[in-house]
């Protein structure tokens, strides 16, 4: 079963907007937090990733929130533009697991 | 600096034959994982290796298989295809053990089975 869970599935937004995609996870295990971007033919890359001691990180136009409590943390992407149209993963490992847990994806469009 | 390498990108195989995927990673990189991207799964952890040795293996039948050379490059094997084996399989490699590692990923080798 899918051990991260992500909404939503998909997302339009248009140019300039905010997109928000969340995620919640149940291992209290998980220490790091990374979000892959997915293009159409290409692999995922990294975008950004989050470690459970801090809340906030930001880089650019992105940035992650993350609530230890409630066990989610969020992808948010400011002004967005039709470059962000893509699939973004959120994803999850614990120490010692020498994998990443992905969510089901979320698929961006962004209209000009 | 090349990046990760898979080949082939595309092939159409029948169901009950057998495939074998390559992967080459970025150079000094000593970890390679197997991913399988499905539009219904999403990215599913299939195995990874390190120095030639699997450490860790993700919940797939034992139709799936892999290894690692001296020269860090990876194959995976997939026998006795079955339709729903049909997925886009990606590598990925980083400097050491995954995780908290930064993975690079390659553009995926997709398989159809008919």
């Known amino acids: 079963q899918q051990q991260v869970k992500q909404s939503p599935q998909s997302l339009i937004v248009q140019k300039g907007g905010i997109s928000i995609i969340n995620c919640a996870y149940e291992n209290t295990a998980f220490d790091y937090f990374p979000w892959y971007q997915q293009f159409p033919g290409k692999g995922p890359a990294l975008l950004i990733a989050?470690?459970?001691?801090?809340s906030e990180k930001k880089e650019g136009r992105f940035t992650i929130s993350f609530n230890k409590s409630a066990k989610q943390f969020s992808l948010h992407i400011m002004d967005s533009q039709p470059g962000d149209s893509a699939t973004y993963f959120c994803a999850a490992s614990a120490p010692d697991d020498y994998k990443l847990s992905f969510g089901a994806g979320t698929t961006v469009t962004v209209r000009a | 600096k090349a990046g990760v390498t898979q080949t082939p990108r595309y092939l159409i195989k029948t169901r009950g034959q057998q495939v074998t995927l390559s992967c080459s990673p970025i150079?000094?990189?000593?970890?390679v994982s197997w991913y399988q991207q499905t539009p219904g799964q999403g990215l599913q952890f299939l195995f990874e290796?390190?120095?030639?040795?699997?450490?860790n293996k993700g919940n797939f039948p034992g139709r799936f298989s892999g290894r690692q050379f001296s020269n860090s490059r990876s194959e995976m094997n997939v026998s006795t295809l079955e339709l729903g084996d049909s997925a886009l399989y990606l590598c990925?490699?980083?400097?050491?053990?995954?995780?908290?590692?930064?993975?690079?990923f390659g553009a995926g080798s997709r398989l159809t089975v008919l």
């Open positions: 990925a490699s980083s400097r050491d053990l995954s995780g908290a590692n930064v993975l690079t």
């Open positions: 290796y390190f120095s030639e040795t699997q450490r």
């Open positions: 989050i470690r459970p001691d801090v």
């Open positions: 150079s000094g990189h000593r970890s």
